[in-house]
């Protein structure tokens, strides 16, 4: 997840608004592609931040999934970055059935908090999080060497490590995010124990690192880039990844799959995507698909396992069901 968001005031109304916006537009063309070909058989988003607006004209939450209902593409994890937003996933993941949480502190957000002495405050809240109903991952977390500088690595370890606990004792996926990190991110994996279930998110290695990760049994979860005309590395990591262990995502706003790479990605556009490793593969697309939801079921359970409810749970306050789930919906 960029950087590149600033924060919208009122948190989320009952339509679904956004509580960050891209502000990132650098000539980009801001309008939403087409809806691509249905899908025959349905996928899951492995990963996606609902939370940010993006485009000329931004769509609601509702209205991204209901896009991406009619294209085939079943539900999504909404995955947080900060307790704000991790907060409003958690939230909206309990009255949108077509939606899970993942919960986490983005690791570029580590050394700030880190510096300010609240860092121990955040982790502890993604703690309480991670046990709400239809929370299913912690993530993203993990390292970004790309980002930051030496002096904030520390940190990004620290918090790492404090993920992987989490999830380990919350019995919960952990979702990765590795830039320019493979190597350090496989090491604290190794020396601290990865979660039974651990997906490296819009995987970034190459076909080494695949097979590494297989005999692990890590998940790959490929978003957009994996078609772009320069990515011909992530292809062969593609090709490398056992089929079992692959996922599928958008990492909307970003990330837009050919032909319309730079435009506002959403769930919708994920068909674009998983035709993109099909034909790389040269498998069939309803073959590739039903493998994935599969995959994609083993590390998150069904959608339906837990009731949608607008009563928030799992904390000291006054629960009671005509009330919004803390996070801003309403």
Same mark, same amino acid.
């Given at each position: 997840?960029?950087?590149?968001?600033?924060?919208?005031?009122?948190?989320?109304?009952?339509?679904?608004?956004?509580?960050?916006?891209?502000?990132?537009?650098?000539?980009?063309?801001?309008?939403?592609?087409?809806?691509?070909?249905?899908?025959?058989?349905?996928?899951?988003?492995?990963?996606?931040?609902?939370?940010?607006?993006?485009?000329?004209?931004?769509?609601?939450?509702?209205?991204?999934?209901?896009?991406?209902?009619?294209?085939?593409?079943?539900?999504?994890?909404?995955?947080?970055?900060?307790?704000? %937003?991790?907060?409003?996933?958690?939230?909206?993941?309990?009255?949108?059935?077509?939606?899970?949480?993942?919960?986490?502190?983005?690791?570029?957000?580590?050394?700030?908090?880190?510096?300010?002495?609240?860092?121990?405050?955040?982790?502890?809240?993604?703690?309480?999080?991670?046990?709400?109903?239809?929370?299913?991952?912690?993530?993203?977390?993990?390292?970004?060497?790309?980002?930051?500088?030496?002096?904030?690595?520390?940190?990004?370890?620290?918090?790492?490590?404090?993920?992987?606990?989490?999830?380990?004792?919350?019995?919960?996926?952990?979702?990765?995010?590795?830039?320019?990190?493979?190597?350090?991110?496989?090491?604290?994996?190794?020396?601290?124990?990865?979660?039974?279930?651990?997906?490296?998110?819009?995987?970034?290695?190459?076909?080494?690192?695949?097979?590494?990760?297989?005999?692990?049994?890590?998940?790959?979860?490929?978003?957009?880039?994996?078609?772009?005309?320069?990515?011909?590395?992530?292809?062969?990591?593609?090709?490398?990844?056992?089929?079992?262990?692959?996922?599928?995502?958008?990492?909307?706003?970003?990330? %837009?799959?050919?032909?319309?790479?730079?435009?506002?990605?959403?769930?919708?556009?994920?068909?674009?995507?998983?035709?993109?490793?099909?034909?790389?593969?040269?498998?069939?697309?309803?073959?590739?698909?039903?493998?994935?939801?599969?995959?994609?079921?083993?590390?998150?359970?069904?959608?339906?396992?837990?009731?949608?409810?607008?009563?928030?749970?799992?904390?000291?306050?006054?629960?009671?069901?005509?009330?919004?789930?803390?996070?801003?919906?309403?």
């Amino acid at each position: 997840m960029p950087n590149d968001l600033s924060v919208l005031g009122g948190g989320v109304d009952g339509y679904g608004s956004a509580i960050r916006k891209r502000e990132n537009t650098r000539g980009r063309d801001l309008s939403y592609p087409p809806l691509p070909e249905p899908l025959t058989v349905p996928v899951y988003d492995n990963h996606t931040h609902l939370e940010i607006s993006d485009g000329e004209h931004p769509l609601s939450y509702r209205e991204q999934l209901d896009r991406a209902s009619s294209v085939g593409v079943r539900g999504v994890i909404q995955v947080g970055g900060d307790v704000e %937003t991790s907060r409003w996933s958690a939230a909206a993941a309990l009255i949108e059935p077509r939606m899970l949480a993942a919960v986490a502190i983005h690791p570029n957000e580590a050394p700030a908090l880190e510096e300010a002495g609240t860092l121990d405050d955040a982790l502890a809240a993604i703690h309480e999080l991670a046990g709400q109903p239809r929370v299913v991952a912690v993530g993203e977390t993990g390292l970004d060497f790309f980002r930051t500088p030496e002096n904030g690595r520390a940190a990004q370890f620290r918090s790492f490590e404090a993920h992987i606990r989490i999830a380990k004792e919350r019995g919960l996926a952990l979702q990765i995010h590795d830039r320019d990190a493979h190597e350090a991110v496989i090491d604290t994996l190794l020396r601290v124990g990865a979660p039974e279930r651990t997906v490296f998110h819009c995987f970034s290695g190459d076909a080494d690192m695949a097979r590494l990760c297989a005999d692990h049994g890590w998940y790959m979860s490929f978003a957009g880039n994996v078609t772009f005309n320069n990515a011909a590395r992530l292809r062969d990591a593609l090709s490398a990844a056992p089929r079992n262990l692959l996922l599928v995502e958008t990492d909307a706003p970003f990330l %837009t799959p050919l032909p319309y790479r730079g435009r506002p990605n959403a769930p919708y556009l994920l068909p674009n995507t998983l035709r993109g490793m099909a034909a790389h593969l040269e498998t069939d697309v309803s073959l590739l698909s039903a493998q994935i939801t599969a995959n994609t079921e083993l590390v998150y359970g069904r959608w339906d396992a837990e009731p949608v409810t607008a009563a928030f749970a799992g904390s000291d306050d006054d629960a009671r069901p005509e009330q919004a789930p803390r996070g801003g919906l309403a």
